[in-house]
């Protein structure tokens, strides 16, 4: 009876050991963040965008992060002034928040996949950005700010990818 035991026992601590032995460190660790994207919550978004050559919209690359596919989202774009310091002296909505943006590729939206939506400026202040240098990539004068109410999923999930 004895002998029985010490040979579980033994079988035990060898299961243990290739068990522990096959795990990798931080297995339990969130993923860690893109340091390109700003963090939104349920979205992130680069912070290099490409303002078009007319100045009359913006496309922003932005990372799904919800566990649905994202049909539409409205948001706020910003022109934000900054002082030497870095600090924001004001900010400018330069759209119409009320319009959305437009998938312009990576339809549909799918969980974790990063896709290029373009949002539509106010054309009055079209001649304000092309005195910033509009028709460019630039990382610091536009901030985009999204709520997850201005998120939208469609009503029925669109099918799974294709297996490559």
């Not at 068990?19 to 963040?33: H, I, K, V, Y």
């Not at 901030?143 to 099918?159: A, D, Q, Y």
């Amino acid at each position: 009876m004895k002998s029985s035991a010490k040979i579980i026992f033994l079988y035990f601590i060898l299961a243990m050991g290739l068990t522990l032995s096959n795990t990798q460190n931080g297995f339990a660790q969130a993923p860690p963040e893109d340091e390109d994207f700003n963090n939104l919550g349920a979205i992130s978004y680069d912070k290099e965008y490409e303002l078009s050559p007319e100045s009359d919209h913006i496309t922003y690359r932005i990372k799904n992060k919800t566990a649905r596919t994202i049909d539409k989202i409205y948001a706020w774009i910003y022109d934000t002034d900054e002082d030497e310091e870095g600090k924001t002296t004001s900010s400018t909505l330069v759209n119409n928040p009320h319009r959305g943006g437009i998938i312009t590729l990576g339809k549909p939206h799918r969980p974790g996949d990063i896709a290029e939506w373009r949002f539509p400026l106010i054309k009055t202040l079209t001649t304000k950005i092309e005195g910033l240098g509009g028709g460019g990539v630039n990382s610091k004068t536009f901030t985009l700010r999204v709520s997850n109410k201005g998120i939208f999923h469609p009503i029925v999930e669109p099918p799974a990818k294709p297996k490559e």
